[in-house]
C-alpha cells in the first residue's frame, strides 16, 4: 500500500502562482509513475498532467500546457506541481495519484491507470 498526501493548495488571485506537492509514504521502496488530477464542482475528475517513475518525461492536459510543470524528487518520496499564471478555471480539488510500470508519462491520463490516490488540496483562483 502506498499513502499520498498532498499540500500547498489555497486561495490565489489570477495571474498569481501556487506550488502543490505530494509526498507518498508506505511501500516506497519502489518509485511509481505519478500524476495530478482535479476536479471542479459538478464536473468529472480530469487529468492534469503526468511523470513517469524517473522522471525522465512528462505530460500535461493541454490548457496547463506552459504553465503548469511537474516534477518529482524520489529521494523525498515526493512530486510536485507548480502552477504559474493560474486563471478562476483552474479552481479545483487537486489530487495526486500514483500508477505502476515503466512507459513514459504519455500513456498515464486516465484514472482507471492509477491504483493509489491522496485526499485532495482545494485551490482557488479568484478575479
Known amino acids: 500500500q502506498v499513502q499520498l498526501v498532498e499540500s500547498g493548495g489555497g486561495l490565489v488571485q489570477a495571474g498569481g502562482s501556487l506550488r502543490l506537492s505530494c509526498v507518498a509514504s508506505?511501500?516506497?521502496?519502489?518509485?511509481?509513475?505519478m500524476g495530478w488530477f482535479r476536479q471542479a464542482p459538478g464536473k468529472e475528475r480530469e487529468f492534469v498532467a503526468s511523470?513517469?517513475?524517473?522522471?525522465?518525461?512528462?505530460y500535461y492536459e493541454d490548457s496547463v500546457k506552459g504553465r503548469f510543470t511537474i516534477s518529482r524528487d524520489n529521494a523525498k518520496n515526493t512530486v510536485y506541481l507548480q502552477m504559474n499564471s493560474l486563471k478562476p478555471e483552474d479552481t479545483a480539488t487537486y489530487y495526486c495519484?500514483?500508477?505502476?510500470?515503466?512507459?513514459?508519462?504519455?500513456?498515464?491520463?486516465?484514472?482507471?491507470?492509477?491504483?493509489?490516490w491522496g485526499q485532495g488540496t482545494q485551490v482557488t483562483v479568484s478575479s
Open positions: 495519484a500514483a500508477a505502476q510500470g515503466y512507459a513514459s508519462a504519455t500513456y498515464y491520463t486516465s484514472r482507471g491507470q492509477y491504483n493509489y
Open positions: 511523470t513517469s517513475w524517473s522522471g525522465a518525461t512528462a
Open positions: 508506505g511501500r516506497t521502496s519502489r518509485t511509481y509513475p
